[in-house]
Each structure stands twice: as C-alpha cells, then as structure tokens.
C-alpha cells in the first residue's frame, strides 16, 4: 500500500474516533442533565405534598411529624438512586470511551508497527534496532497500562453496585426507628 493513501486512511480513522468520542461524551452529558432535572423535578414535588399535606392537617410546618420522617427517609432513598443511576452513566460513559480510545491506540500500534517493519526491511541505519525495541516496548506498556485502567475501573464500579443498596436500607432502618421513638 502507498504511504500517502495509508497516512489517509489513518488520519480518516482517526477523524471517525474523535467524532465518536465527540459523541458519547455529548450522550453522556445529555443523560446526566436529565437525570439531575428528574431528580430535583421529584423531590421538589415531593416536599411540596409533604408541605401540603402537613398545612391540611394543622400542623406546623417546623414540627415533626410522621410525614416529614416519610419524606425524609423518601428524599434519602431518591439520593441514594440518584447515585446509583450517575454511577451506571458515567460507567456506560467510560466505557464506551475506554473502547474508542483502545481501538486508536491499536490503529496506533499497528500503523507504528507496519512502519517500522518496511522501515526496517529498507536499508535502515545500522543502530536503528534498539530504538525500535523501545518503541515496541512502549507500545506493549502503553496497551497494559490501559487493560489495567479499564480493569481498576470495572472493579470500582462493582464495588459501587455491591454498596449502593446498603446505605438505602441503613436510611429506611434509621427513619423506622426515628418514628417509632416518637409513638
């Protein structure tokens, strides 16, 4: 293949990732945005019918009553599935990235590669194969160091997962005996 028509077509390729990582980062965005007016949308409702609710039986709007612990404990689980739902976007998110860039570093490696292989087989400078040895091995660290990244991050967003529901129901067992005391 023509030097020329392969610069080409890597430098094609590599428009198509930027504008796909354009993308997903543009996606990502849009679903936190939504997420965040969804979240405050319903807990403003929800204090509104606690509110309300507390005027319609006479009650005192700074004193505490069953409905306030309801939406305390109400406000809390929608946090906790705000958290939730962030983590399972921002995760999709990288994700979605950590593949784009992988597929850049591999057209990278492999363009280097085919490079220095027709470098090497015409006429290179004596000397020349330590340098591409480091080369070589700074790629393959590179790739490892991205494997690696990827795989701390999946770990992470398990061990997010795995806690998430724990503080849910530490919350719903604190607002159950708050209301209890208070019978």
């Not at 409905?67 to 705000?82: L, P, Q």
């Not at 994700?95 to 363009?111: D, K, P, Y």
């Not at 999946?154 to 061990?159: G, H, I, M, T």
Request: overall charge neutral.
């Amino acid at each position: 293949m023509n030097p020329t028509e392969s610069l080409k077509d890597l430098q094609k390729a590599e428009l198509e990732a930027a504008v796909a990582l354009n993308q997903v980062l543009f996606r990502g965005y849009e679903q936190l945005t939504q997420l965040q007016m969804q979240t405050m949308r319903l807990m403003a409702q929800q204090a509104a019918q606690t509110l309300q609710s507390a005027v319609g039986k006479g009650e005192v709007p700074s004193a505490p009553g069953a409905d306030w612990a309801d939406a305390a404990r109400a406000g809390g689980e929608n946090v906790m599935s705000y958290v939730e739902k962030f983590g399972q976007i921002a995760s999709a998110t990288q994700a979605e990235m950590t593949e784009i860039l992988q597929s850049r570093l591999e057209r990278l490696q492999n363009s280097l590669h085919d490079s220095l292989g027709q470098n090497a087989s015409a006429a290179a400078p004596a000397g020349v194969e330590p340098m591409q040895a480091l080369l070589q091995s700074t790629m393959n660290w590179t790739t490892q160091a991205l494997n690696t990244l990827q795989d701390t991050q999946q770990q992470a967003v398990r061990l997010m997962s795995a806690q998430a529901p724990k503080p849910t129901a530490a919350a719903s067992r604190t607002s159950a005996s708050s209301a209890a005391r208070r019978k």
